[in-house]
């Protein structure tokens, strides 16, 4: 398969782009950073980038709060296009995505979700996971349909809840698996050894 060709879109820290730069430097993930996108002027990923010279720019997605749409979901689209991307990855970006990017690189527009779909979708998983009581909490890597976290399913990874724990401390304990879930999910992405039947992701 063609080495992936990814446009990051991230609002926040930009850990998991991290750790997929990490994984495709240390050789373990075929594929390249084409362009890093961000909605939040100054947010730390525009620096992470930075420090491996990967472009990036700020987005300007006015009016919306919430979603990607109109002039700038249009110019998102361009801006991928003209850097040659053909995988979308949600990296931390905290706006929901339009049917426009999605037909715009089908079935390639990919998102991590800090919680065991389908429980727990939208704002801070972990929080909610905690305030119900669960045992146990985790992460989903899924392609992105028209719903809010509600596509299919890639690899989802597990971690224990702990009696003391905060939503600082099980957040934290859930990241160490995203940065472990996001590349694995790009890697069966870049191997092509799977197919989507309905909901499910048959791997392999
Ligand atoms: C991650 O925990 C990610 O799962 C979550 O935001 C954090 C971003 O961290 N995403 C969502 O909640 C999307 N609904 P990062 O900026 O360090 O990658």
Redesign the pocket.
């Known amino acids: 398969m063609a080495k992936l060709k990814l446009g990051i879109l991230?609002s926040?820290?930009?850990?998991?782009?991290q750790s997929i730069v990490d994984a495709i430097e240390a050789g373990t993930l075929d594929a390249e950073v084409k362009i890093v996108l961000t909605d939040v002027p100054g947010a730390k990923?525009l620096d992470r980038a930075a420090k491996h010279s990967l472009e990036a720019t700020y987005l300007d997605c006015a009016p919306w709060k919430t979603k990607l749409e109109g002039p700038a979901e249009d110019r998102c689209i361009e801006i991928m296009k003209a850097a040659g991307v053909d995988t979308v990855v949600l990296?931390?970006f905290?706006r929901i995505v339009k049917p426009k990017l999605l037909a715009a690189f089908p079935n390639r527009v990919i998102n991590?979700?800090?919680a065991i779909l389908p429980s727990f979708p939208g704002?801070h998983?972990w929080t909610q996971a905690l305030d119900y009581g669960c045992k146990v909490a985790g992460?989903t890597v899924h392609f992105v349909d028209a719903g809010t976290?509600s596509g299919p399913i890639i690899v989802q990874k597990t971690v224990p809840v702990m009696e003391d724990d905060t939503p600082e401390t099980l957040?934290a304990r859930?990241?160490v698996q995203?940065h472990i879930a996001y590349p694995e999910a790009l890697n069966i992405i870049a191997s092509g050894k799977y197919r989507i039947e309905g909901r499910r992701v048959r791997i392999g």
């Open positions: 991230g926040g820290s930009g850990s998991n782009m990923i990296a931390g905290m991590i979700h800090p704002v998983g992460v976290d957040h859930i990241q995203e």
